[in-house]
Structures are given as structure tokens and as C-alpha cells.
């Protein structure tokens, strides 16, 4: 029980803060509850860009181990290990009323630390399909011990929710919903900024085709070149802008754009400003093969781009194919390739669709939705 006189104190247990889906929702529900709840932060290695907002916001860091990126399996496993061991004291420390836990590795790590004093309410945070993870056989057998531990688990959209069902046997009473929340006021509809185009070199009167996602391979932008270089071979060029850190699909994506000698795509790596990004882009397109529940499609939506993405996962729960969006089957380049050429010759469809887009972000996916229903979310575990 919270003693009188104090907030609900709330551990938030997560690898980094870097820019990214899950973290980005930590600082938002921090931001947004912090008169509410007490947040402490949990983080696997050092801080990230969004540390400093998290600890703006009033939210106490906790870095539990100093690097845990690239290194020999032995030695990240020995790391990994004490971060484990300081979470267990951390948690002793605090006596959070609530510990919630982001993503795989650290929730495991907190179902670990947590055992087998079971106290407090442990909320576990599933944030996308399991299809690119499940090719490991450890994932399975340590995903549904680490279900167990939790009080309940929070999904992100329907679509996750039913494999967490399917797949890892968790029953349906004990798996919830909260989808996440865009801040409508920052990432705005808006002209594009003419002095960050020109500083990106992106050449003025093409239309701008843009994605907002890390290169990784299920990440599907390999197609999305492959319909822009087509579209360039009709007479209808575009540049490309690709926004996201490096990943498994960075080499092999450079060298199809050399093969096909498009001249114009601007990599701009990992962005703080994404709502400027946004607004360069005549077309956001999400090609991901799979996707729990997008938040750069959210971003989109709310800066009233025009969208076009794969039927994938939540992606159907955010888009409403022909009035918010364009919707294709993923792994199909040539819906791909028709519903660009769409987009691209057509304006007012563009505008259309962005206004619908936007709309829906206001009316289902703002931030206070988002806040209220994991307040009421926590206020129900802490009674019960």
C-alpha cells in the first residue's frame, strides 16, 4: 500500500532511452502523469537523447549498467547480468507500487529481479509482433516464464494482443490495451521548411517520398525503392528521404540505389525534429512486412501526410484503407508501385487523405486518451 502523503511511485524498467516507439511513450506518460505518479526509470545502459527529457519531465534515471551494446556474448552476458543484480537491489531500494517493464530483455530481467517476492503489481509492456524474435528458440520457453510473473500485460494494439494469445497462451482477461498517443500540438500540420530541404539536398519541385524507420530488413524499404525507381522509369521521378538509424538493411539498401542509379535519396540517419522531417514528405510510406502498432504511421496521421502503408498487424487498426490512407498487402510491390503512382500524380488525393489522417489522430490517438487510461489502468491495479 502507498504510504499517505506519497505519489504512487511507478518503476518504468526499459534498455536505453534512445529515440525510439516505447521510449518515446515512456517520457510522454511521465510527462503527462508526473503529478499523479512518482516515475523512477530504469535503464540497461546509459541514457540516450531522450534522457534528459524523461529527467525534464520529473522522472528519476537509474542506470544499471555502463555499456551493453556491441561486445563478445561472454562479456555482455557478465554485464547483463550485473544489470540485473542492481535492478534486484534497485528494486528493494524503491519499493515501487508498480513496476513496468518495456520490451523482451528487460522484462525479463525485471520478472527476474522480482523473483520470487511478487509483492507489487508488474505490468508487462508488449510492443510488437514476435515473427523477426521467434527465429530464436530461447524466445518462446522465456517469453511465457516471463508472462507468468506479471500481474498483466499491456499491448499496444489488438493485433498484438491476439498473438501474445495465439502464440504464447496467455489468456485473454489478462492481456489489456492502450494504444499509444501522438502529441497533436508538436508533430502539426505545417509547411515543409525550405532551408532543411535545401540543407538535406533535396532537389526543389520533385515530390518528396519519405519513411520514418530504423533500416532493418522487415522494415521493407528495399521496395519502396523498387516502386521509386520504376516510378522514375515512367517519367515520374521522386526523391526519397529516409529517416532512421543504420541497421541490417543499410549496406544492402545503398547498393540496390547505386544498381538502379537513383539520384535522388538523402539518408538522414536518426532525427530529433521528426516533425519537420514529416512535413519535406509529399508521401510517408510504412512498407513493413510486420508491425505492431506504428508510431512514426501516428506521427504521419497527426502532421496530416498523406500515408501509405502495409495492411500489417495494428497498421489496420490506425488506417482506414481509401479515407485515412492507402493500405497494400505487404511483400507486393506491384499494389505498391500502383498505390505510389496514385499519391504521386495526384495532389488532391494527397490532401484528402492527410486531412482524414489528421482528423483521426485528434479524435482516437491524442496523448490524453493515452494518459487517462493508463492512470485509471494503474489506479485499478494499486486497488486491487
Not at 505545417?190 to 532537389?203: K, T, V
Not at 535519396?265 to 530529433?272: D, L, Q, S, Y
Not at 510510406?285 to 501526410?305: D, K, P, Q
Request: proline content about 7%; overall charge positive.
Amino acid at each position: 500500500m502507498t504510504p499517505v502523503g506519497r505519489r504512487p511511485r511507478v518503476l518504468h524498467v526499459i534498455g536505453s532511452l534512445d529515440v525510439g516507439g516505447a521510449e518515446g511513450q515512456i517520457v510522454e506518460i511521465v510527462r503527462g502523469l508526473a503529478g499523479r505518479f512518482e516515475f523512477h526509470v530504469g535503464l540497461l545502459s546509459s541514457g540516450g537523447p531522450l534522457e534528459p527529457l524523461a529527467r525534464a519531465a520529473g522522472a528519476e534515471i537509474h542506470i544499471l549498467s555502463s555499456r551493453t551494446g556491441t561486445m563478445r556474448p561472454a562479456l555482455r552476458a557478465w554485464r547483463v547480468a550485473r544489470a540485473q543484480s542492481r535492478l534486484r537491489a534497485l528494486i528493494r531500494r524503491l519499493e515501487p507500487d508498480i513496476t513496468h517493464a518495456w520490451l523482451f530483455e528487460m522484462s525479463l530481467l525485471a520478472a527476474v529481479a522480482r523473483w520470487p517476492h511478487r509483492a507489487t503489481p508488474f505490468i508487462v509492456s508488449r510492443r510488437s509482433l514476435v515473427n523477426w524474435i521467434a527465429r530464436y528458440p530461447v524466445y518462446f520457453p522465456l517469453s511465457r516464464w516471463t508472462n507468468r510473473q506479471a500481474d498483466l500485460l499491456l499491448a499496444n494494439s489488438k493485433a498484438v494482443r491476439a498473438e501474445v494469445m495465439r502464440k504464447e497462451g496467455v489468456e485473454g482477461r489478462r492481456v489489456e490495451v492502450i494504444y499509444n498517443g501522438v502529441d497533436t500540438t508538436a508533430y502539426a500540420p505545417g509547411p515543409p521548411d525550405d532551408g532543411l530541404r535545401h540543407e538535406l539536398g533535396l532537389p526543389p519541385g520533385l515530390p518528396v517520398v519519405g519513411m520514418v524507420a530504423n533500416l532493418h530488413a522487415y522494415k521493407g524499404h528495399e521496395e519502396v525503392v523498387e516502386a521509386v525507381a520504376a516510378l522514375r522509369g515512367e517519367g515520374h521521378p521522386c526523391a526519397l528521404l529516409f529517416v532512421g538509424r543504420d541497421g541490417d538493411a543499410a549496406v544492402p539498401l545503398r547498393h540496390l540505389i547505386a544498381e538502379r542509379k537513383l539520384p535522388d535519396v538523402v539518408f538522414a540517419g536518426a532525427r530529433p525534429d521528426i516533425p519537420r522531417m514529416l512535413r519535406l514528405m509529399d508521401v510517408f510510406v510504412s512498407a513493413s512486412h510486420e508491425e505492431g502498432f506504428s508510431n512514426s504511421i501516428l506521427e504521419a496521421m497527426s502532421t496530416g501526410r498523406a500515408i501509405l502503408a502495409t495492411g500489417v498487424g495494428g497498421t489496420v487498426e490506425q488506417i482506414e484503407d481509401g479515407v485515412s490512407g492507402l493500405l497494400v498487402p505487404p511483400h507486393a510491390p506491384i499494389p505498391l508501385l500502383t498505390a505510389l503512382r496514385r499519391l504521386a500524380g495526384d495532389p488532391a488525393l494527397r490532401q484528402a487523405l492527410g486531412a482524414a489522417a489528421r482528423e483521426t489522430a485528434l479524435r482516437k490517438f491524442g496523448l490524453t486518451r493515452a494518459f487517462e487510461e493508463t492512470a485509471a489502468l494503474y489506479e485499478r491495479l494499486l486497488r486491487s
